[in-house]
């Protein structure tokens, strides 16, 4: 029997990579049907985010990071295909970063809607937005689990 510390490689090896993907790929899909469930009511019409994003772009002309956010807003569900399809292929690092990345601006623009004002018989549905949201918290969930057992270890084998 052997006194050594095991290796980095094998040490990690043994880190259920499960408490990581199972919140973090929920939370991914999460983002995606949030999407897709009503962010805007306008009269009688239920609006997606899509569609809303498409409205505040044509009618508002937003400037600074809500321009920003509304233009990378379109490719949020392939991006969420893309974070898991990484983490499948053994790509954790980039899709750990890449979901952290899509955690923060869906985080950002589902916050942003649900803090909007009513403007006459124009009103936030809350639906899509804190659908996102929650899964914004299991994909923060996942990357903190990721980054502390990450660090933990580190630490342990110095």
Known sequence: ???????????RA??????????????????????????LRSGRRLRNSYETDGAIRRLLEPEG???????????????CAVAIALYVFGLRVPAVVLALLIALTAGAVAVGALSAPTIHSVAVAATGPVTTLCGVAL?????SIRFISF???DRRYR
């Open 14 to 39: 043994r880190v259920p990579h499960a408490l990581v993907a199972a919140p973090g790929a929920a939370g991914l899909v999460l983002v995606v049907i949030g999407t897709f469930l009503p962010w």
């Open 65 to 79: 990071i809500a321009h920003t956010a509304l233009s990378v807003w379109p490719v949020v569900s392939l991006a």
């Open 1 to 11: 029997m052997s006194t050594h510390a095991a290796p980095p490689q094998a040490r």
């Open 139 to 143: 994909i923060l969930a996942a990357v």
């Open 151 to 153: 660090v933990r270890d």
